[in-house]
């Protein structure tokens, strides 16, 4: 549609305009759509929208004094018109004396209280809802309609035209569909913007979460790598498609939780809820609460519905964590629903279906708990499907330095410190010291060093829970104990040091996953060694 027509809609001009109001994917855009494609009618002077939104300006509002509830009010969003008195002036402003309007108030702020339309056909012949009447004489307005956009009984805002010409029944109905699609079209443009605000957010954490991964390992979360870690990660390859469940057992902190999750992670049910259950600490009067759910008015305080996490996990996997800890009058229960899939509510008869998978881990050896009667038999052999075994720290020696460095980093960038690095006496000691608490002790440790890493003296503290001393862990590499080497050893043995560091980082020579960094030394003089050296990336 182009050039000024008379004021009358052919039906193909409203279609087309309604399908394109349908076909924006933003606010703004729809709205600019609406009033230019109003506005080029001769008889048209000037069309303009509101929005019901929260009250912004109320403090300098020129009409503060007529509203009634200052939580929200009528926002200008979008408006088209010309004067013919005076060509300069700009009427597609958003701003002046009315971009707001109070709930109730006036005729705009009528309708979008009420949710009536206000329909003048002859301002001289009934002018009441016509503030400015001297405005609309000098401007020859004749007619005015002011129409709620209302979806699903909200009015979400007002749609106004004033037009030269009395405005006739015909044109009056018109202008209701083409406000009734607004709504409908405002509604969808809405919830577009919000699935392209969430995409961004998503490509956004995606982006974070790849940059993460990427700076960890090979081996999904794990950090490391040792015989011991690799087994682990064979073992989750081999067992993850498949729907067996599967045990894991070691020491508290060795990592058990991240093996569970990986385990999801690479499952067929990944898209599915990784739900996780901390078997010791749940009362006992609240096991059957807990995992089962219960219906309102099971017991007292069963103010509402409560799913369980057998329920939250449907279709999904269910992580048992200190499974260990289930008391033995309780594991009955457990083992009923992994046996049948069924369960029941407390306070309900109706029987439930299950299909989850189940994960369970625990620090204690289940076999010595099944010999001494503290589990029993069977719960043990329908969770010990698969077993994981998840060795200490102190047997996974290679893992101690690339989990310290990356636990540093970590710390460090969380709390926007400085770059710092372990040194080879510090990371020797690390080595060196037998992690009583496993990966979880060395993360706690770490984190103390990066908090001190502010100071220039900053020291390794391990102090810990078992010793209650700082023990001083002798260096395991003394220079005076060492043979004496020649410049061409020396040589040799750095090249093997760089070509070692650049295995590690992949080639990469630059940034904090760089070879340089790992050394210790600025990337262009690593680059300018390489190339001297003849080392290959």
Same mark, same amino acid.
Request: charged residues 25%.
């Given at each position: 549609?182009?050039?000024?027509?008379?004021?009358?809609?052919?039906?193909?001009?409203?279609?087309?305009?309604?399908?394109?109001?349908?076909?924006?994917? %933003?606010?703004?855009?729809?709205?600019?759509?609406?009033?230019?494609?109003?506005?080029?009618?001769?008889?048209?002077?000037?069309?303009?929208?509101?929005?019901?939104?929260?009250? *912004?300006?109320? %403090? %300098?509002?020129?009409?503060? &004094?007529?509203?009634?509830?200052?939580?929200?009010?009528?926002?200008?969003?979008?408006?088209?018109?010309?004067?013919?008195?005076?060509? *300069?002036?700009?009427?597609?402003?958003?701003?002046?004396?009315?971009?707001?309007?109070?709930?109730?108030?006036?005729?705009?702020?009528?309708?979008?209280?009420?949710?009536?339309?206000?329909? $003048?056909?002859?301002?001289?012949? *009934?002018?009441?809802?016509?503030? *400015?009447?001297?405005?609309?004489?000098?401007?020859?307005?004749?007619?005015?309609?002011?129409?709620?956009?209302?979806?699903?009984?909200?009015?979400?805002?007002?749609?106004?035209?004033?037009?030269?010409?009395?405005?006739?029944?015909?044109?009056?109905?018109?202008?209701?569909?083409?406000?009734?699609?607004?709504?409908?079209?405002?509604?969808?443009?809405?919830?577009?913007?919000?699935?392209?605000?969430?995409?961004?957010?998503?490509?956004?954490?995606?982006?974070?979460?790849?940059?993460?991964?990427?700076?960890?390992?090979?081996?999904?979360?794990?950090?490391?790598?040792?015989? @011991?870690?690799?087994?682990?990660?064979?073992?989750?390859?081999? $067992?993850?498609?498949?729907?067996? #469940? $599967?045990?894991?057992?070691?020491?508290?902190?060795?990592? =058990?939780?991240?093996?569970?999750?990986?385990?999801?992670?690479?499952?067929?049910?990944?898209?599915?809820?990784?739900?996780?259950?901390?078997?010791?600490?749940?009362?006992?009067?609240?096991?059957?609460?807990?995992?089962?759910?219960?219906? =309102?008015?099971?017991?007292?305080?069963?103010?509402?519905?409560?799913?369980? =996490?057998?329920?939250?996990?449907?279709?999904?996997?269910?992580?048992?964590?200190?499974?260990?800890?289930?008391?033995?009058?309780?594991?009955?229960?457990?083992?009923?629903?992994?046996?049948?899939?069924?369960?029941?509510?407390?306070?309900?008869?109706?029987?439930? &279906?299950?299909?989850?998978?189940?994960?369970?881990?625990?620090?204690?050896?289940?076999?010595?708990?099944? =010999?001494?009667?503290?589990?029993?038999?069977?719960?043990?052999?329908?969770?010990?499907?698969?077993?994981?075994?998840?060795?200490?720290?102190?047997?996974?020696?290679?893992?101690?330095?690339?989990?310290?460095?990356?636990?540093?980093?970590?710390?460090?960038?969380?709390?926007?410190?400085?770059?710092?690095?372990?040194?080879?006496?510090?990371?020797?000691?690390?080595?060196?010291?037998?992690?009583?608490?496993?990966?979880?002790?060395?993360?706690?440790?770490?984190?103390?060093?990066?908090?001190?890493?502010?100071?220039?003296?900053?020291?390794?503290?391990?102090?810990?829970?078992?010793?209650?001393?700082?023990?001083?862990?002798?260096? #395991?590499?003394?220079?005076?104990?060492?043979?004496?080497?020649?410049?061409?050893?020396?040589?040799?043995?750095?090249?093997?040091?760089?070509?070692?560091?650049?295995?590690?980082? #992949?080639?990469?020579?630059?940034?904090?996953?760089?070879?340089?960094?790992?050394?210790?030394?600025?990337?262009?003089?690593? @680059?300018?060694?390489?190339?001297?050296?003849?080392?290959?990336?």
């Amino acid at each position: 549609m182009t050039g000024k027509q008379n004021f009358h809609f052919k039906n193909m001009e409203l279609q087309s305009l309604l399908l394109e109001m349908g076909e924006q994917r %933003s606010t703004s855009s729809l709205f600019r759509l609406i009033v230019n494609r109003l506005f080029q009618f001769d008889e048209v002077s000037l069309v303009r929208i509101w929005l019901v939104k929260k009250g *912004d300006i109320c %403090s %300098s509002c020129l009409m503060l &004094k007529e509203c009634q509830q200052s939580h929200r009010c009528l926002h200008l969003v979008a408006s088209a018109g010309r004067s013919v008195v005076n060509k *300069d002036e700009d009427w597609s402003r958003l701003d002046g004396k009315f971009s707001r309007f109070p709930m109730g108030c006036r005729k705009v702020g009528h309708i979008a209280a009420s949710g009536q339309p206000v329909i $003048v056909k002859s301002v001289p012949e *009934d002018s009441k809802w016509i503030i *400015d009447k001297g405005w609309a004489k000098r401007e020859g307005i004749n007619g005015f309609a002011g129409h709620p956009m209302q979806f699903h009984g909200e009015v979400l805002g007002v749609l106004a035209v004033f037009t030269k010409t009395q405005i006739t029944q015909p044109v009056l109905n018109e202008l209701n569909i083409i406000t009734n699609h607004s709504a409908t079209a405002l509604a969808n443009a809405r919830a577009f913007e919000k699935i392209e605000e969430l995409t961004k957010q998503l490509k956004n954490e995606n982006k974070y979460l790849r940059e993460e991964l990427s700076e960890v390992s090979l081996h999904g979360e794990f950090v490391g790598h040792s015989a @011991a870690l690799q087994r682990i990660v064979q073992q989750i390859d081999l $067992v993850a498609p498949t729907e067996a #469940n $599967v045990l894991i057992q070691g020491e508290s902190g060795t990592g =058990k939780e991240l093996v569970a999750r990986e385990l999801h992670r690479r499952s067929n049910r990944s898209s599915k809820p990784l739900i996780k259950v901390n078997c010791a600490s749940i009362p006992k009067e609240l096991f059957a609460s807990e995992f089962f759910g219960h219906a =309102k008015g099971a017991f007292t305080g069963a103010h509402t519905h409560r799913e369980g =996490k057998f329920g939250a996990a449907n279709n999904g996997t269910l992580f048992l964590d200190e499974v260990g800890e289930i008391p033995l009058e309780l594991q009955a229960q457990l083992l009923r629903v992994l046996q049948e899939g069924e369960y029941e509510r407390v306070g309900e008869e109706k029987v439930r &279906k299950v299909n989850a998978r189940i994960i369970a881990a625990s620090n204690r050896d289940l076999l010595k708990e099944v =010999k001494a009667d503290r589990f029993r038999e069977d719960l043990y052999f329908r969770l010990n499907v698969f077993p994981i075994t998840v060795p200490p720290l102190r047997k996974r020696k290679e893992d101690i330095e690339p989990l310290a460095n990356h636990f540093l980093q970590r710390s460090l960038i969380g709390m926007k410190r400085p770059v710092v690095q372990f040194s080879p006496d510090q990371l020797a000691t690390l080595s060196a010291y037998s992690w009583p608490g496993n990966i979880r002790e060395l993360q706690n440790i770490v984190e103390r060093f990066a908090i001190s890493s502010i100071s220039e003296s900053a020291q390794l503290d391990l102090t810990d829970g078992f010793t209650k001393t700082s023990p001083q862990i002798a260096r #395991n590499y003394n220079l005076d104990e060492q043979p004496l080497l020649t410049e061409e050893e020396m040589v040799r043995l750095q090249i093997k040091n760089i070509e070692k560091a650049l295995s590690r980082c #992949n080639g990469k020579i630059y940034g904090k996953n760089g070879a340089a960094f790992l050394l210790g030394m600025k990337p262009t003089t690593l @680059a300018t060694r390489i190339k001297k050296m003849k080392i290959s990336r």
